[in-house]
């Protein structure tokens, strides 16, 4: 069973890069795709990107040009970047590997806090 | 986007009974919506995928129906446990997934 581990910066500035990993271990990495989520009081559960093991990517237009995700295969890890974080980033941040469509496993979740 | 509405927003019932949440689409989607629970402080988890398919490991008191633009998750006999939030998610277009806003299930 795939389990999910995520770290990364609690409290950042505004307009500071957000720095997320996530590792996955006890399953086949290639079976998913691996995508972050991001839940707020304001907006809800909003998925922000995906990757695949081969590295294409797939963003929410809304994120568009403030995020990366990336892949390395030889850690079974993946990344998010997010620049010029404001205010209304401050979220708790989610990795989620997606199979069929469906998001199937989740990370514990890191709570991001944006504040000057 | 596809945008799903959940109604309602939130619901109070007892041990026992049966209780129906419900998602609509923006627009047609076929069966392409999955469910989750989310009790405070933990991580979304997957009950039902593709409108009907009861995920692994989950209790058959819950199960999903629907195809097009409406969508219930019936819980047949709430449990302690099941006292959570539940949220749909289409997943129709993977170029952007979206998520309903939660329906808060309490305790009466």
């Known amino acids: 069973q795939v389990q999910l581990q995520q770290w990364g910066a609690g409290l950042l500035r505004p307009s500071e890069t957000l720095t997320l990993t996530c590792a996955a271990s006890g399953g086949s990495f290639s079976d998913f795709y691996w995508s972050w989520i991001r839940q707020s009081p304001e907006k809800g559960l909003e998925w922000i990107g995906e990757?695949?093991?081969?590295?294409?990517?797939n963003y929410n237009p809304s994120f568009r040009g403030r995020a990366t995700i990336s892949v390395d295969t030889s850690k079974n890890q993946f990344s998010l970047k997010l620049t010029s974080v404001i205010a209304a980033d401050t979220a708790v941040y989610y990795c989620?590997?997606?199979?069929?469509?469906?998001?199937?496993?989740w990370g514990q979740g890191a709570l991001i806090t944006v504040s000057s | 986007d596809i945008q799903m509405s959940q109604s309602p927003s939130s619901l109070s019932a007892s041990v026992g009974d049966r209780v129906t949440i419900t998602c609509r689409a923006s627009?047609?989607?076929?069966?392409?919506v999955n469910w989750y629970q989310q009790k405070p402080g933990k991580a979304p988890t997957l009950l039902i995928y593709g409108a009907s398919n009861l995920q692994s490991g989950v209790s058959l008191r819950f199960s999903g129906s629907g195809s097009g633009t409406d969508f219930t998750l019936t819980i047949s006999s709430l449990q302690p446990e099941d006292f959570a939030t539940y949220y749909c998610q289409q997943s129709y277009s993977t170029l952007m997934y979206t998520f309903g806003q939660g329906t808060k299930l309490e305790i009466k």
């Open positions: 990757i695949s093991h081969g590295g294409g990517t």
């Open positions: 989620a590997g997606e199979f069929a469509r469906s998001f199937h496993i």
């Open positions: 627009r047609a989607i076929s069966n392409y």
